[in-house]
């Protein structure tokens, strides 16, 4: 089996639908889900088509706890992050997913958490954007990105 971060889309149709992503590379693998409506994550991919990805503000898709005390600082609790930055200037670039399951222990932390980067490219993220747009309108039921190597 190839390196690879899956996506699948569950539309509820009112708005709190789910996100479940999949990944492996080598022998590890992980699995996380996020709530949100088709039409933020179609916003959020919008970012992923931008030429260059720059390193200091990739293009991301997270969920997570908001920390009301300072709701513009971002989240208080990450249960899933996917970004794209640069790898080298050669237009090889870095898929990155983090997953975690929404449980603090006693020491303040997620007790399961996993995260894996592949290797990728701006034409397989072209192709990526489309394909998850196609599953957001109900048209693919998965997509899959695998790891470009060279």
């Known amino acids: 089996m190839k390196n690879h971060i899956a996506f699948v889309f569950y539309d509820d149709g009112e708005g709190d639908s789910a996100l479940v992503v999949s990944f492996h590379a080598k022998n590890f693998s992980g699995r996380g889900v996020a709530y949100f409506d088709a039409e933020n994550i179609s916003l959020m991919l919008d970012s992923f088509s931008v030429y260059p990805i720059l390193s200091e503000k990739p293009p991301k898709i997270e969920w997570g706890t908001i920390d009301l005390s300072n ?13 794209v930055w640069p790898l080298d200037t050669k237009g090889h670039l870095v898929a990155s997913i983090r997953a975690a399951v929404p449980y603090v222990n006693i020491a303040g932390r ?16 072209t192709q990526f954007v489309e394909d998850m747009k196609s599953m957001l309108r109900g048209e693919l039921s998965e997509v899959v990105l695998e790891e470009v190597i060279g």
């Open 71 to 83: 709701p513009k600082g971002g989240l208080k609790e990450e249960h899933l992050h996917f970004s």
């Open 110 to 125: 997620f007790q399961y958490h996993a995260s894996v980067d592949i290797s990728t490219t701006y034409a397989a993220m």
